[in-house]
């Protein structure tokens, strides 16, 4: 047995494996053509296969071969052929990644992730809140959420080959839009110390970046004072040399969610010769240095009637029989100072009590002041402050703004040296007051 000639069919399976095992000047996997061919014919009771190979790829230095035969010849060219391949794509995954949180109203962005398969990936997904959606190329997660919860959705990424993968994600939590508790606050405004981030509620949880804007209802920032852009609390120390109080508005926005608070600096000593300044609202006395909150319906004209509160009296402790008196005002821009009482003849701002008037496009109209005290010798005057206007736009129909008042005095017993505002700041002895209104909208 062992003696005998093999047979054709055994040396086919053997001689292709003989070639790989024991050749010495090719690369294994290579493509080679024809060995070269026999120096002597022949034994014509056998025959030999020259293995063939077609176009082969390898991956780093693997290589597949795989035979294409039966190991039977070819019965017209007496060989067989082998074919060389690459391992094939590793299996397609999609990757969730952990879903950051969101908040309702605010800028979200997510990136989830896929490996494997024939790249070129489509995504699609199911069960997002509302508002956000995913790309389609990029599998990127986007949008502004409309709702609050918790959302599980499904992930699912097909590849070139049309092969898919699908995953369940963790839900994606949706806080709360970001706002201010503004009854939470200890007084009407913040102060040195504090912080709007002391009072926010909602948010994603992602950074606070923090502006003094000044336009429009956003009052007077003070010399010498900053926001910490971070912190947003107050740094430095006001520098202001007038007597009284500012107020002006911080922004703090978070993933493009803006949200507004009042903020307040005092500066509480007068010029040596300035006149006794006595202030009173909101059921106190003589806290002119405190801020005035005015509570207002949305939807209302805006209408600041003074009605005594707050209530003014300015005291230079002598004036004469004969008193004279005078006073000149500004105020911040805001959205007082618009709609009939424009057209009206005291226009839309003033110190001194109003009565009804028919006749005024705006149904009122202001009367003088009064000298005090209302018997003797007089010492100084009263006055009161009041602003009109129309409907506040829509942009502050949910934020806090601000009236600021910066009012000089002038008291005595020559009228020319109180008419007009020039006169006014010569011979008023440095007395002045700055008093702000912080309004806050109401549903």
């Not at 800028?107 to 508002?131: D, F, I, N, R």
């Not at 997660?141 to 993968?165: K, N, Q, R």
């Not at 209302?300 to 707050?310: I, K, T, V, Y």
């Amino acid at each position: 047995m062992f003696g005998s000639a093999p047979s054709a069919a055994r040396i086919l399976l053997l001689c292709p494996l003989w070639l790989l095992a024991c050749s010495t000047d090719e690369d294994v996997g290579g493509s080679g053509g024809p060995s070269a061919p026999p120096t002597t014919d022949p034994d014509p009771t056998t025959s030999t296969t020259t293995p063939t190979s077609s176009d082969s790829s390898t991956d780093g230095d693997a290589t597949t071969i795989v035979p294409t035969s039966t190991g039977e010849p070819d019965s017209t060219t007496g060989t067989t052929e082998v074919v060389t391949t690459g391992p094939g794509p590793e299996p397609l995954t999609v990757d969730c990644k952990l879903p950051p949180a969101g908040a309702k109203a605010a800028q979200y962005s997510h990136q989830p992730g896929a490996a494997g398969g024939v790249p070129g990936y489509t995504w699609t997904a199911m069960g997002l809140p509302a508002g956000l959606a995913i790309d389609a190329g990029s599998g990127e997660i986007s949008g502004i959420p409309e709702e609050s919860g918790a959302f599980a959705f499904e992930l699912i990424v097909t590849d070139t080959e049309g092969v898919m993968a699908q995953t369940s994600c963790p839900a994606v939590m949706i806080n709360d839009q970001l706002g201010v508790d503004l009854d939470a606050m200890t007084g009407p405004c913040i102060t040195a110390g504090e912080s709007i981030t002391d009072y926010l509620i909602g948010g994603d949880g992602t950074a606070i970046e923090c502006v003094a804007p000044q336009s429009l209802g956003d009052g007077v920032l003070p010399a010498g004072i900053t926001i910490d852009k971070a912190t947003c609390e107050i740094t430095g120390t006001i520098t202001e040399t007038r007597y009284g109080t500012w107020a002006w508005i911080v922004r703090a926005r978070q993933s493009g969610v803006d949200v507004y608070a009042p903020y307040c600096a005092t500066q509480d000593k007068q010029a040596a010769k300035a006149y006794k300044i006595v202030g009173s609202h909101s059921g106190k006395l003589d806290n002119e240095l405190e801020p005035l909150t005015l509570p207002i319906k949305i939807a209302d004209q805006l209408r600041f009637d003074g009605d005594a509160d707050p209530a003014f009296v300015v005291d230079k402790g002598s004036c004469g029989n004969s008193c004279f008196f005078g006073f000149a005002y500004k105020v911040s821009p805001s959205p007082f100072g618009t709609g009939d009482c424009a057209q009206d003849k005291d226009k839309c701002f003033g110190l001194c009590p109003l009565i009804a008037d028919v006749n005024q496009p705006d149904g009122d109209t202001q009367i003088g002041c009064s000298l005090v005290p209302a018997m003797g010798a007089k010492t100084g005057f009263a006055h009161e402050m009041w602003a009109k206007g129309d409907v506040p736009p829509v942009g502050f129909a949910t934020r806090p703004f601000i009236l600021q008042w910066s009012v000089d005095y002038c008291l005595s017993d020559m009228q020319a040296q109180c008419a007009g505002k020039a006169a006014i700041l010569t011979n008023g002895d440095g007395s002045n007051l700055e008093f702000p209104i912080i309004i806050r909208p109401q549903p």
